[in-house]
């Protein structure tokens, strides 16, 4: 299963970016689909998530600026992030975790993207 993230870039602080992610292969169903972010000289953390039938989570850091959904037939999550700081400044990762099929069985899968590159900056 292979994740493709897109709609990172520059931004002014206060301004808001819409990041999305599509899932594609051999999907069964996915359980589960997240953003995290990882600025320069600093470790991956946790931003959002969404679970099958669950309530959205997210980190404190993002929470009433950023909103995360999903598009289940589309196996599509988004992140719509509003009043960004120079701090959300990071490389966004999409992460997926579900159920796909492989010569004819189904197996687990967690998966990550490629990262997009978001920058708040004057």
């Known amino acids: 299963v292979q994740l493709q993230a897109s709609g990172g870039g520059l931004v002014q602080p206060g301004g808001s970016l819409r990041l999305s992610c599509a899932a594609s292969?051999?999907?069964?169903?996915?359980?589960?689909m997240g953003w995290y972010r990882q600025a320069p000289g600093k470790q991956r953390e946790f931003v959002a998530a969404?679970?099958?039938?669950?309530?959205?989570t997210y980190a404190d850091i993002v929470k009433g600026r950023f909103a995360i959904s999903r598009d289940s037939p589309k196996n599509t999550v988004y992140l719509q992030m509003n009043n960004l700081k120079p701090e959300d400044t990071a490389v966004y990762y999409c992460?997926?975790?579900?159920?796909?099929?492989?010569?004819?069985?189904?197996?687990?899968?967690?998966?990550w993207g490629q990262g997009t590159l978001v920058t708040v900056s004057s």
């Open positions: 292969g051999s999907i069964v169903s996915i359980n589960d």
């Open positions: 992460n997926a975790g579900g159920v796909y099929r492989s010569s004819g069985s189904t197996l687990s899968f967690g998966s």
């Open positions: 969404i679970i099958s039938g669950g309530t959205p």
